[in-house]
């Protein structure tokens, strides 16, 4: 059996990421580890409390050897354009998740909207993640 354990982010700040995954979003810290070994490289992962199963990577963008200086650059180019994918989130009561963020100091790029698969809503990271907040019809896929 496969399934997904983790997703990784690109972040330009590991404390500014864990702080809005955590403080804003309400996720917990799964790990932080540095490893000296490998050049002080920092696993971060977080999680939601209710859902062990899986963990969001945020990852530093890397230096050599790992990305060239162009890569990481056209990375950070997407990043600030909300391109570098999207972390799509659910919830039973987006309206409701929506004020409860707002009052946390998440900033929308969207407000809630009802479209044909549920009502939803926009927002981004500190880093520029796109990540969409949605409360799915029951009735939809």
């Known amino acids: ?13 590991q404390d500014e990421a864990l702080r809005f995954y955590t403080e804003k979003l ?7 580890v540095t490893m000296p070994e490998m050049g002080d490289f920092r696993w971060l992962t977080v999680g939601w409390p209710t859902q062990q199963d899986f963990t969001l990577v ?4 890397p230096g050599e050897p790992v990305m060239d200086a162009a ?16 972390l799509f989130l659910t919830t039973d009561d987006c309206h409701r998740s929506y004020k409860e ?3 946390r100091g998440v900033e ?17 990271d500190p880093s520029g993640n796109s990540i969409r907040l949605t409360q799915v019809r029951e009735d939809f896929g």
């Open 1 to 13: 059996m496969i399934t997904t354990g983790s997703m990784q982010l690109w972040v330009h700040d």
């Open 58 to 61: 945020l990852m530093a963008i």
């Open 26 to 32: 309400g996720m917990e810290i799964r790990a932080d």
């Open 101 to 103: 963020l707002l009052a």
């Open 108 to 124: 929308f790029t969207e407000e809630p909207e009802e479209r044909p698969y549920g009502i939803d809503s926009g927002l981004r």
């Open 71 to 86: 890569t990481a650059e056209d990375v950070r180019t997407l990043m600030a354009k909300g391109f570098t994918g999207t």
